[in-house]
């Protein structure tokens, strides 16, 4: 057995778990990131982010842009599958969209973690107050952003694959042929969403530069193949897409945040983005809320100023949280996204519940901070806690 260490194990190189690994190597701390594909790779999304992602996630995007997609959004386009449409445009740039392959390996490849690329989660034992992984790594602390099937969610006892009431959606992106971008009549600064008619789901066709996406995404699954068969024939006898485009759509699923009850934590465990089902109920906007749980999350895990710098230690005892630390939290959970906005409102509780778990109680080691990093994420966001 390997003696391979790491102070915090990510599983998942998604924009969650990149995210979450950048804000960890700042603050100093010994990072890797597991994830079962090489990167760069797919991702079934359609790749549409709001301008507040780029700027939580300090994207330069004269740099992003130069070797990459970044389509600007100023208007939309969007009615009822099978009927009229309406179109609105804004004066200014209210959205992007990007490609996921691109996306996620940028942020990755900058996050700075040790990366441990092609590889599965496959085991995940408790050993001595530790995580021993795949029987080669060993972490205080594993944090899950492996998606909605993520195999640390499981760990923690979700129902995944069985029960959930997930969003389902599948989706296609290519690049058009110089005949299809003749005949594709999506307008790429004005994405266009169609509502299925009992409302339960939307459609999309986005173009971004050369490349075409389209899906549809449903809170009910059921015969979700027979309402893109029925959404992709009305886009092409309307003339909205060329007729040549084939149906292979790729799918997934994810949960929207009020109707998740997945745990979210445990000792030396906790869950961000899709993996705590994180995604917005009225678009289903899950990057946002990855990311902002990413960026939460680790703050509670800065070192005391008088331990060893940027580290957290490995062997650390499992111990309880301190009754000031679940005190402060509570007041942490009072706070609720802004009705308008989704942001989160100030709470009073906030900055004394991370006061007091920035610089825990002395012997507290890594369960204090899971606990802390999670309840800080998932309650600021509004989220079940565990
Ligand atoms: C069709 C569709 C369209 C969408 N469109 C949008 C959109 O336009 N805008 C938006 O904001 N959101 C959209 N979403 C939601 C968005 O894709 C997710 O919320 C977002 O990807 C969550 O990021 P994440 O980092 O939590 O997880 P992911 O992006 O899913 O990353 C998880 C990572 O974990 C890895 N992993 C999984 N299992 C294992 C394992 N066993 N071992 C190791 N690694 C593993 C995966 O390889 C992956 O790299 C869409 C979702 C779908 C399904």
Redesign the pocket.
């Known amino acids: 057995m390997s003696d391979e260490r790491c102070d915090v194990l990510i ?7 990149a995210t979450c690994a950048r804000e960890l190597r700042r603050a100093g701390l010994d990072v890797a990131i ?4 090489t990167f760069p ?1 797919d ?7 709001t301008p507040l992602v780029l700027n939580t996630l300090e994207i330069d995007t004269a740099d992003y842009v130069r070797d990459r997609v970044l389509q600007p959004i100023s208007g939309f386009r969007s009615g009822m599958i099978g009927d009229g449409a309406v179109e609105v445009d804004y004066p200014q740039v209210v959205s992007y969209g990007i490609r996921r392959c691109e996306f ?1 390996d940028y942020l990755l490849r900058r996050s700075d973690a040790r990366l441990l690329l092609g590889e ?2 496959k085991t995940m034992e408790r050993r001595n107050g530790e995580w021993l992984i795949n029987d080669h790594l060993r972490t205080p602390l594993v944090i899950g ?7 640390v969610a499981k760990q923690l006892g979700a129902r995944v694959g069985s029960g959930e009431p997930v969003v389902a ?3 296609i992106e290519f690049e058009m042929t110089p005949t299809q971008r003749e005949a594709c009549r999506v307008d790429a600064r004005r994405p266009e969403l169609y509502f299925c008619n009992d409302l339960k789901g939307y459609g999309w066709i986005f173009r971004k530069g050369d490349y075409l996406n389209i ?1 549809l ?1 449903r809170e009910d699954n059921h015969r979700l193949g027979d309402h893109i068969d029925a959404f992709m024939d009305w886009l092409k006898r309307s003339g909205r897409i060329p007729a040549d485009i084939d149906h292979r759509f790729k799918g ?3 949960l929207l945040y009020a109707h998740g009850d997945r745990p979210l934590i445990r000792d030396g465990v906790l869950l961000i ?3 705590a089902g994180l ?1 917005y109920p009225q678009s ?5 809320p ?1 990311i902002e749980s990413a960026v939460m999350a680790p703050q509670p895990l800065r070192v005391r100023p008088c331990s060893r710098p940027g580290r957290l230690s490995a062997g650390a005892a499992p111990c309880a949280l301190s009754p000031a630390a679940g005190s402060a939290l509570r007041s942490a959970g009072d706070q609720r996204p802004q009705p308008d906005t989704g942001r989160i409102a100030p709470a009073p509780g906030r900055a004394a519940a991370e006061e007091s778990l920035v610089y825990p109680p002395r012997g507290a080691g890594p369960l204090v901070s899971a606990r802390a990093s999670a309840a800080v994420a998932h309650r600021g966001l509004g989220a079940r806690p565990a």
């Open positions: 599983v998942g190189g998604g924009p969650a778990g597991l994830d079962k594909k790779r991702k079934v999304c359609a790749g549409w982010v996620d599965p989660l952003a492996g998606g909605h099937f993520c195999p959606a599948k989706e899906g995404g997934h699923a994810y983005g899709d993996a995604a289903g906007e899950g990057i946002r990855a």
